[in-house]
């Protein structure tokens, strides 16, 4: 009598308190499985990427080397002449043809440039004050102006410095895009929304041909006028169309409005008003422990790296992954504004059209590598493949194009399973801006692009595909220290990532503690 009176008390002393549920638990009993319409708005804010590409890469067409070379000094009449026939790209219409590499490449520097300082400015509003929705349509709306009046730059001066500002607002578009759209959906279908973002991105890179070949008797101003205005349409269509993430607004405590769109949400995926009701109430309710999240609330725009800052894991994790993204960057970046040196201008369209095609059977390939290989594994795979192929356009002459195409291919692959990596290393509460550095760090590479494809132009293509070789195969390296993240969950805090990296550790501790027992009792 006396063990049953005394079991259920030491049974009370040893139990540990229930953990509460996470968001991700709240989200997925509530408003049930991701319907067709919720699916398609997670899409639709996912074709922000194609117009992030079009001003990325706009920049092959409108500073394109044109079919003539100098014969004499800068100002010479056979240079002006020529500039004066032919103003279909900014090289030939400021003969920048003469000036030499330095500012040949300086436009499309300015641009990268731009995307770095912006990226480290505004990387942060959209884990603090904005949000996702408002800093991506902020973002847009900024970058469509940009894009319209680089049309009326009248010269190269005030160009360069338009493509920096132009740069500067679309620094955390791709980020914005990537962490709202697979916030919106349940976890059964971030894999296909995150590869829905690299087709939008894929489609973007490849409408450039297609509108430069169709304007090609027109001047290179026509090409920012229309991509800018269509990115403006869409700014407007995204703004009544999209929802805010409904995981940033818990996590900021902002639980009226979480509720309010999670109940849209419901409603989309077939909820009835039982459902609705079920939410409201449970979230209303739910005691989520984000001491961390409400300290960033009032710490300001850099609260979040701060949080990072504080954290010798965190900070770790995104060294490793930025360096990474430097090599992959460098490669990404470079490779499409090195194609027109490997055959005339006349192949221009034709190679940069391979070029954005290698982007569909690469996504297709990263949802398949997201499915059912490791991050990490695959990362560096794909890095030292890209590295080898990289060099062999170098070196080779007959093979040049398809060892380029490879490469290319190989590193589209690699930059979308590293942003996905990205967004499965860091909590909801930083993931937003440990992305964003990821994202700047592969921006930081596509600064020195251009700059060494203007060198292997002038003096061998080992200063262009030789060193994007060498940087994206030491990329492969640094990715190879980073955790494994396949099939584990998102966590939202700082504490609940620091908690399930003790329970792994412990885990890991007790394994290796049991294989040591049954190895001494097999010695005995």
Not at 175 to 194: I, Y
Not at 431 to 460: D, F
Request: glycine fraction near 8%; charged fraction near 15%.
């Amino acid at each position: 009598m006396d063990d049953t009176a005394t079991a259920p008390l030491l049974t009370s002393h040893n139990a540990k308190p229930a953990k509460p549920p996470s968001i991700d638990d709240m989200i997925e009993t509530h408003i049930g499985d991701t319907g067709a319409a919720q699916l398609l708005r997670a899409v639709f804010v996912a074709l922000a990427w194609a117009f992030d590409a079009q001003q990325v890469f706009i920049s092959v067409f409108t500073d394109a080397a044109p079919g003539w070379h100098c014969v004499g000094l800068a100002g010479d009449s056979p240079c002006t002449a020529a500039a004066a026939a032919a103003a279909t790209s900014v090289v030939s219409e400021w003969a920048l043809q003469c000036a030499g590499p330095a500012l040949v490449s300086l436009p499309a520097s300015s641009f990268f440039a731009g995307c770095l300082a912006g990226g480290f400015l505004l990387t942060t509003l959209a884990d603090s004050h904005l949000g996702r929705k408002r800093t991506l349509l902020a973002c847009l709306v900024s970058m469509s102006v940009a894009g319209a009046l680089t049309a009326a730059a009248p010269n190269v001066w005030a160009y360069a410095a338009l493509r920096f500002a132009s740069g500067f607002a679309r620094s955390v578009v791709g980020t914005c895009t990537l962490v709202l759209s697979t916030e919106l959906v349940g976890r059964r279908w971030r894999d296909v929304v995150s590869v829905a973002a690299f087709l939008c991105y894929t489609a973007g890179f490849l409408s450039l041909p297609a509108l430069a070949y169709a304007l090609r008797g027109a001047s290179w101003r026509s090409l920012y006028l229309w991509t800018s205005v269509s990115c403006l349409c869409y700014a407007a269509l995204l703004h009544f169309l999209a929802q805010e993430s409904p995981r940033w607004l818990l996590v900021r405590g902002r639980t009226e409005e979480a509720v309010a769109t999670l109940r849209q949400i419901a409603s989309l995926n077939g909820g009835g008003s039982a459902a609705a009701a079920a939410t409201a109430a449970s979230f209303s309710t739910l005691e989520l422990d984000y001491a961390c999240a409400a300290a960033a609330s009032g710490g300001g725009v850099f609260a979040t790296l701060r949080m990072m800052w504080e954290r010798p894991w965190a900070i770790r994790r995104l060294a490793a992954i930025m360096a990474a993204g430097f090599g992959v960057g460098m490669v990404y970046f470079g490779m499409p504004l090195g194609v027109g040196s490997l055959g005339g201008p006349t192949n221009l369209y034709l190679s940069t059209t391979y070029n954005a095609l290698a982007e569909v059977p690469s996504a297709a390939l990263s949802w398949l590598l997201i499915a059912r290989a490791g991050r990490r594994a695959s990362v560096a795979a794909l890095a030292a493949a890209a590295g080898a192929c990289s060099l062999a356009a170098a070196v080779s002459r007959g093979a040049r194009m398809a060892a380029e195409l490879a490469s290319f291919f190989a590193t589209c692959t690699a930059y979308d399973l590293l942003l996905i990596y990205a967004v499965e290393l860091f909590p909801t509460s930083v993931r937003n801006s440990a992305v964003g550095m990821v994202r700047q760090a592969m921006v930081l590479g596509g600064v020195a692009a251009p700059v060494l494809v203007a060198l292997g132009r002038e003096r061998g293509s080992f200063w262009s595909f030789g060193v994007f070789g060498i940087a994206i195969g030491s990329a492969g390296l640094f990715a190879a220290c980073l955790p494994e993240t396949r099939g584990k969950p998102m966590s939202d805090t700082m504490e609940e990532e620091e908690e399930e990296r003790n329970q792994a550790a412990m885990a890991s501790c007790t394994s290796t503690r049991a294989v040591a027992k049954i190895n001494d009792r097999d010695l005995a």
